[in-house]
């Protein structure tokens, strides 16, 4: 992709009391952020078109906007191409996510920004960030990211139209059962079963432009976009400790396969050490 040369954002995305907040509830507590990214030419919807024609078919998911907060494995595409479902996303009834946009330099120059205005608050608590990745979600109004969790440490910048996401504790299996994280570390899914009755432990998050959330690591959740088209722009990074999670999680999954019944890794700040190099080493031996 032959991206223009625009300028970065303002030279404080975060401001001061956002970045204060966020070293407070770091890595464990959500919270809504404030940022100035702004309508920023990146974001805009011809941009976010000709991105996605430029990246690997491996870094695009889109498919129908009108799915119900649980889904059994990944919808369909709706055959509609990439950049035509982006230009058209008022009327096309889609949802869209553009994977590791960090391909791209303008995008990873973009994230790099970003990231070091709270690499500080960061790596005080959980060391130095591993894996940057940026993501961008473009929906149309109305639509719906089914629920499901995610790997990384994650903050949500939207920056056009409106959502809700709505949170659920990190590390309680009511809400996501130790057997899916075992088999989503050992490369199954990572949707997760819906009932109703979960609701009441559910956190919403109402974001418009110019406001973020914060997503810890592995936190249930499903969104809802408002009454208008939605461009958001999922900031992420991994540490030494949820990859030592994630570790620890795939070796219970071993252990569960010969009869035995594991207690979960403890979360942030438990190293889980121990069974993380139990995956490391059955791993390298094939198991």
Same mark, same amino acid.
């Given at each position: 992709? #032959?991206?223009?040369?625009?300028?970065?954002?303002?030279?404080?995305?975060?401001?001061?009391?956002?970045?204060?907040?966020?070293?407070?509830?770091?890595?464990?507590?959500? $919270?809504? @952020?404030?940022? =100035?990214?702004?309508? $920023?030419?990146?974001?805009? @919807?011809?941009?976010?078109?000709?991105?996605?024609?430029?990246?690997? =078919?491996?870094?695009?998911?889109? #498919?129908?906007?009108?799915?119900?907060?649980g889904v059994e494995g990944k919808p369909a595409q709706t055959g509609i191409p990439i950049g035509e479902t982006i230009r058209n996303i008022e009327t096309a009834r889609s949802w869209a996510v553009l994977k590791n946009v960090e391909q791209e330099p303008a995008y990873a120059r973009l994230l790099a920004q970003l990231l070091e205005e709270i690499r500080p608050a960061i790596e005080a608590r959980t060391g130095r960030m591993l894996k940057t990745q940026a993501f961008i979600f473009i929906t149309s109004a109305g639509g719906v990211t089914p629920y499901h969790f995610d790997p990384e440490h994650n903050i949500l910048l939207q920056v056009r139209g409106s959502k809700v996401m709505t949170q659920f504790p990190a590390g309680n299996a009511l809400y996501a059962p130790d057997e899916v994280h075992e088999t989503y570390h050992t490369g199954g899914g990572r949707e997760l079963k819906w009932r109703d009755e979960l609701l009441a432990g559910g956190r919403e998050f109402a974001l418009g432009p110019g406001e973020a959330v914060y997503v810890p690591v592995m936190a249930p959740h499903f969104v809802r976009n408002g009454p208008a088209p939605s461009?958001?722009?999922s900031i992420t990074w991994r540490s030494e400790w949820s990859f030592a999670e994630a570790d620890a999680r795939a070796f219970n999954g071993l252990l569960r396969r010969i009869g035995i019944r594991p207690a979960a890794p403890g979360r942030w700040p438990a190293r889980n050490r121990a069974k993380a190099l139990g995956w490391r080493i059955a791993r390298r031996l094939g198991l």
């Open positions: 992709m #032959n991206a223009p040369a625009h300028p970065l954002a303002p030279s404080a995305v975060f401001p001061q009391g956002a970045r204060t907040l966020f070293a407070v509830n770091y890595p464990e507590q959500p $919270h809504t @952020l404030a940022h =100035a990214l702004g309508a $920023h030419p990146l974001m805009e @919807l011809d941009a976010l078109a000709r991105l996605a024609e430029a990246l690997p =078919a491996h870094s695009i998911e889109y #498919n129908a906007s009108d799915q119900p907060v461009v958001s722009f």
